[in-house]
Nanobody
Framework: VQLQASGGGSVQAGGSLRLSCAASGGTFSTYTTGWFRQAPGKEREFVAAIGRGVGTTYYAGSAKGRFTISRDNAKNTVYLQMNTLKPEDTAVYYC?????????????????WGQGTQVTVSS
């Protein structure tokens, strides 16, 4: 499966962005899809994930209450709605996909990755 991430940009603190991760070559509803981010000099970290099938959602503490992950099966796309953005949210955001349903906060379980989209939040 090929993933295409988009929707990044530059916003001021308190603003919103919606990231999209479009899949081709596979049916997204049969994959667990996760969003991760990587800031300069830091390791890639988990942000949110949506499970295959019924779509159980998982969030990092930093994302809970501000970010919402969702999936549109008809469009084969997963979204990450990010509200009340903070400067510390600045990073390159990546989407990943895996058939695994456990350990979804760990980068190593993901088999497929999109190219990343830059999010910059200014204070």
């Amino acid at each position: 499966v090929q993933l295409q991430a988009s929707g990044g940009g530059s916003v001021q603190a308190g603003g919103s962005l919606r990231l999209s991760c479009a899949a081709s070559g596979g049916t997204f509803s049969t994959y667990t899809t996760g969003w991760f981010r990587q800031a300069p000099g830091k390791e890639r970290e988990f942000v949110a994930a949506i499970g295959r099938g019924v779509g159980t959602t998982y969030y990092a503490g930093s994302a809970k209450g501000r970010f919402t992950i969702s999936r549109d099966n008809a469009k084969n796309t997963v979204y990450l709605q990010m509200n009340t953005l903070k400067p510390e949210d600045t990073a390159v955001y990546y989407c990943g996909a895996t058939k695994v349903t456990a350990g979804v906060t760990i980068t190593a379980v993901y088999d497929y990755w999109g190219q990343g989209t830059q999010v910059t939040v200014s204070s």
